[in-house]
């Protein structure tokens, strides 16, 4: 066990100028280098994680928190009364089925592919639709019209006219008769109008009528690929898929966001990883500068510290007394390096300090508990270990 007297030499070391200026600065710039590297690691840990959520919130805008889809096939039969009984139900705020389909659209000069969502006029995204219209406005209870993103409509030449439509195809679901020439169904859409939010987004959605999907690729009354739900609170998933369950009588899989867009999160977290080992690295090679401090430290008291043993001093308190050093030099570090960081944060949040490149966009970061944990967890055992290493099988 350690001794008081051997905390008290410890932080009296730590806060002592030594007779030797050479000395003073190694522990300075050794200190300085525990508050740096602590504090860049949160920041840049904080950088990410508002980064993360900026993009996310472009990316998977148009997805649901969960979804419902069927276990097998890629069709869904839930009559309107089960609908009905879904979104009665106490933590959802809204349930609305779609028919999702890979179609192509085109003209006589431009084609593309897009995944076409046909959709209700109480759909959950169409207030939102509206908000990001370009030109034009939405309204699912138009039969065969389309509502495109400005990119794909870029590339298709779309013209607001009257005279423009576009033709959609898609692969026939039933085409088993030997008599059905054609595997495509297709069908004219007139634009309805145009969207803009993000270019991915815009060349992977288009909307329409439910209706019209429906007729595309031949599905019956009642049959949707999904049903996408809003929560009104959070609750367990295992609850959601039980309640569901109990209403919707064929086998179903409820897929949430990170389940939805799985590449997507994957190398959002590899990022995330990868970020983190390098700037753990920076925060590795900073602690040489500890051992540099206390082996120097080690050199310049080792004579003074022979009187512990006249003293009644145990063997192995030199050791300790410097293992002490290491270690509370670590602490008041990453204490310093995150109250550091949390300052740069807060006056990022609030006074928009740096601007994402080109845009008037405030850069996003975001300070949250568990980076600050990680970030004082990730240097407290590098110092520690850093502390060991420097002070083991020591004499006096």
Known sequence: MFNSYIYKIAVRYFFSKDSKTIVNRINGFAFFMIVASSSVLLIVLSAFSGLKDFGLSYTSSFDPEIKVMPALGKSLNVSEEKIKEINQLEFIESASPVIEEKVVLSNELNSGGVLLKGVLPDYYLNSSLDSLSLIGAFSPSKKNTLFLGADLASSLEVVMSDDFSLTATAVKNNSRSIFSFSPFNSIKLDIEGVYQISSDIEKKYAFAPIETVSSLNGFGKNTYTGIEIILSSNENINNIIDELNLIIDEDIRVLGKEELNP???????????????????????????????????????????????????????FNKIFLSLGVFTTLVGVFAGISLAVIVVVAQNNLSL????????????????????????????????TSVWSTRKLNV
């Open 354 to 385: 740096i601007f994402v490149p080109g845009t008037s966009i405030p850069y996003p970061i975001k300070l949250s508990s568990l980076n600050v944990f990680i970030v004082f967890a990730t240097i407290l055992v590098l110092g520690l270990v």
């Open 263 to 317: 590449a997507l999160y994957k190398m959002l977290n590899t990022e995330n990883i990868a970020v983190y080992l390098i700037f753990t690295l920076v925060a590795i090679i900073s602690m040489f500068n500890l051992v540099g401090s206390l082996t120097i430290m080690m050199v310049e008291k080792k004579k003074d510290l022979r009187v512990l043993n006249a003293l009644g001093g145990r063997d192995g308190d």
